[in-house]
């Protein structure tokens, strides 16, 4: 930005920040003494109780830390969220007898010297501003913020209690919820951040346990609270959501592509109890046609029974005579092995000695290995933070994967019981609670980069922390109810967690916990599975959770769904690539797409998949009617499966089918499906059906179709992988739609043979041109459809042409 344009943003932004209402925001015991500029660390406010540093990180990322007077010269904690180095980020400094006003090009941080008050602006509105500040109480620290009235709050992890979550008083303190339903306040997956619906957001630098108040007082307070640490938070600003999110996974990381064999099928459940089981359940799949590319494995793998055996980590070759072939003949009919894993060593498997001489459980205040019970029998706790343990867990994980095991699945990680008394080699229980999970899954993924540097790590947890998602950790909501109520909370949980940072959050389809035989609602939870992350039915096994148990009607509309979900493959791995470049999540909530739009706020029941899907799940038992909130005005929407047209900025009744969700495409928009295979194995993007919805309304729009090897990580940064840019033009009755090949430098090209559909085209074109030259097409009327047989796409960009 040139001086001058940077001169008149910073004063409009200081203009609107004297005449703003920061006077509620203020501790009158707090005195400002002095500024000071510290070079490349920031900027250090000094006020009689201790000091502030103000550190940006970018234009629109701001970090501030209080230190107190009493913990001067103490050694400041590292942040275990914050991976993004602070840059050298232009802020013009102004100070004068009333404030200090530090602005970048986005955020600017005005500091009142009396009262003092610290307030935060973008690009001249204001956002938020220290109520109290810091303060002390008995048991607990507090950093408190003034909120305005009409805002909406989001944030605080994975909870289910509406997508505004304001009111609340959340514990932070991961806790699984059994059997949760419709309702639930505390969770797995807790993470000390809020947002607004005045698009900002604010992270709190600090996982010892505490609370996160979103003004449950209703007194106007955002109150952080915890039993101690670091008094530290940023706060990131965007003109848009999609800013806020890039803004935040910059700051926390990204979430690394997955395996491609991660966007297929899986099935599980609680649990296979033989290897003979395990073979029927996959040549069960392949028998009746049902894509297939993972078994997961849970706790009898290692042992016969739930109590007493967790800790074994090791084959039960009794039940599992031979695994590895097992797996290896799996592998050949292209499914993967995924284990559980749990960090509870019991007294009573067969490593408690091992673990218990080595010293790489948490401890008790007498050093030696902490012992206690928990529903699976008498424990230790692996201590994940010693070097020591992290070496001996990675270890029994490279055994195993030798023999075959291609994923981990993270259990019982928040951890579920945790002594207060228990010792880490990072700090007490309470201190290290919420990041064990995190940590967890940084052993993994840091064990895959080192000792197997070109495969892609599979990390399914339930537990984690800030940043988490840049360990490539899939988490999912917990043991949810096999019950309507816990497919109700499904959608509010995965939105929230993708404005989060943790974009594959996903429940278990079709329920976990109680064994209700409901076709129904097990039919209308694969159905919205299609468009949530991860496609992993699961359950407790009273039940079947697999398609293929159950009854003729029910498989068939289950196959449909899987099918569905592979056909779809090349739209979901391209919108998982833009996730791990820009922090968008797949699963957006609507107030993405209506910003100010103050009824978006509250709406989690419809969501877009992508940019291009707007998805309606069915979660009431018989519906005959479903509320569809179509967004933007002036735009139309078309059903996925008949073309038919909605429009935009309307709430409309539609009246539900038993096949599929509603689910609409947004015009214009372009939708690569590919051919359904058994595997991902066999997938491939050389013959593509290219979807684009015509509407006279879209004079242009784009997308993009991406792909690599499924397994190289960082493939796109190595210049391992193909993008193919779509575009479309209207002008005059012509439209013009141009494909544009692009492949990494270290890429073999291919060829790509699209067969290109164009919806809604109301009569026969004139003539259709590729590249120049008549090409032949069929127009269906009926479907008002449009098909054309495009040549093989190589190097060359391609230009289709149709006189409509």
Do not use: C
Request: no cysteine; net charge neutral; proline share 6%.
């Amino acid at each position: 930005m040139k001086f001058t344009t940077f001169a008149v943003a910073f004063a409009s932004a200081f203009a609107a920040l004297t005449a703003s209402p920061f006077a509620q925001a203020q501790n009158a015991d707090r005195h400002f003494l002095g500024f000071k500029s510290v070079g490349g660390k920031g900027y250090e406010i000094a006020t009689s109780d201790g000091r502030y540093l103000i550190k940006p990180y970018a234009p629109n990322i701001v970090e501030t830390s209080f230190v107190p007077s009493a913990e001067e010269g103490m050694p400041q904690a590292a942040s275990h969220a914050v991976v993004l180095a602070a840059g050298q980020v232009p802020v013009r400094v102004q100070e004068d007898a009333a404030r200090v006003v530090l602005a970048t090009e986005g955020i600017t941080v005005t500091v009142e010297k009396s009262p003092f008050r610290i307030g935060y602006s973008y690009k001249g509105k204001p956002l938020v501003a220290e109520k109290r500040g810091y303060g002390r109480g008995d048991q607990l620290e507090s950093i408190e913020f003034a909120v305005d009235g009409g805002e909406a709050l989001y944030g605080a992890g994975s909870r289910a209690v509406g997508m505004n979550r304001r009111g609340y008083r959340f514990p932070l303190y991961n806790k699984a919820s059994y059997g949760f339903g419709s309702h639930a306040e505390q969770m797995g997956y807790g993470i000390p951040m809020a947002l607004s619906s005045k698009r900002y957001a604010i992270h709190f630098d600090n996982p010892q346990a505490g609370y996160l108040d979103l003004d449950s007082r209703k007194d106007g307070t955002l109150r952080f609270e915890a039993i101690g640490g670091p008094k530290t938070y940023q706060v990131v600003a965007g003109d848009d959501w999609a800013q806020i999110m890039d803004g935040y996974t910059r700051l926390t990381g990204r979430q690394p592509l997955p395996p491609r064999w991660a966007f297929g099928n899986f099935a599980s459940r609680f649990g296979y109890h033989t290897e003979l089981e395990t073979r029927a359940v996959v040549d069960k799949f392949i028998a009746d046609g049902i894509p297939l590319d993972a078994v997961v494995l849970d706790l009898y793998w290692f042992g016969k029974t739930v109590k007493g055996t967790m800790g074994n980590l090791a084959w039960d070759r009794d039940n599992f005579p031979q695994p590895e072939k097992m797996m290896a003949d799996f592998l050949q009919k292209g499914v993967k092995t995924v284990l559980i894993t749990e960090p509870f060593i019991l007294t009573t498997s067969k490593r408690w000695n091992e673990a218990a001489q080595q010293g790489v459980l948490a401890t008790g205040s007498d050093g030696k290995p902490l012992r206690y019970d928990f529903y699976f029998g008498n424990t230790g706790l692996v201590d994940v933070f010693k070097p020591e343990a992290q070496t001996w867990f990675w270890n029994i994980y490279k055994n195993l994967k030798s023999g075959g095991v291609a994923g981990w699945w993270g259990d019982l990680g928040e951890p579920e019981v945790h002594p207060a008394e228990a010792r880490h080699a990072a700090g007490t229980a309470d201190q290290v609670h919420n990041i064990y999970g995190h940590e967890w899954a940084r052993l993994i993924h840091d064990g895959y980069a080192r000792d197997y540097p070109d495969e892609r790590p599979f990390i399914l947890m339930r537990s984690g922390y800030s940043g988490s998602q840049r360990f490539g950790m899939i988490p999912w909501s917990g043991d949810v109810s096999r019950g309507w109520g816990g497919l109700q909370s499904q959608m509010e949980i995965s939105l929230q967690m993708g404005m989060q940072g943790q974009a594959w959050m996903h429940s278990d389809l079709g329920g976990f916990a109680g064994p209700v035989l409901d076709d129904e609602l097990y039919v209308r939870w694969l159905q919205y599975g299609v468009f949530q992350p991860l496609f992993r039915p699961h359950a407790q096994e009273e039940v079947a959770a697999e398609p293929v148990f159950r009854e003729p009607k029910t498989k068939a509309l289950a196959r449909e769904a899987v099918r569905l979900r592979y056909a779809m493959l090349p739209y979901n791995y391209t919108i998982a690539f833009e996730n791990s470049r820009s922090g968008m999540p797949m699963m957006r909530p609507m107030l993405f797409e209506e910003q100010d739009e103050e009824a978006a706020a509250a709406i989690s029941s419809t969501y877009l998949w992508g940019p291009s899907f707007l998805v309606a799940p069915v979660v009431e038992p018989g519906a005959t009617r479903k509320e569809v909130h179509f967004p933007d005005k002036g735009v139309t929407w078309f059903d996925f499966h008949t073309d038919e047209p909605h429009r935009g900025g309307i709430t409309e009744v539609v009246k539900p089918v038993a096949d599929h969700i509603p689910t609409y495409v947004r015009a214009g928009a372009f939708v690569p499906l590919a051919k359904v295979v058994q595997s991902t194995r066999d997938y491939s993007t050389r013959a593509l059906d290219l979807h684009y919805w015509h509407d006279a309304g879209v004079k242009s729009s784009s997308g993009q179709l991406y792909d690599d090897d499924g397994k190289t990580p960082n493939a796109f940064e190595a210049g391992k992988y193909e993008l193919v840019r779509f575009s479309s033009r209207l002008d005059a009755g012509r439209l013009e739609i141009a494909l544009q090949p692009e492949t990494g430098a270290s890429y073999a090209p291919t060829s790509h043979a699209f067969t290109l559909k164009v919806h809604n085209v109301g009569r026969q074109p004139r003539a259709v041109q590729v590249n120049g030259k008549a090409q032949v097409f069929r127009w269906d009327a009926r479907r008002r459809l449009l098909e054309v047989s495009l040549p093989a796409l190589r190097q060359a960009p391609m230009a289709v042409a149709i006189a409509l």
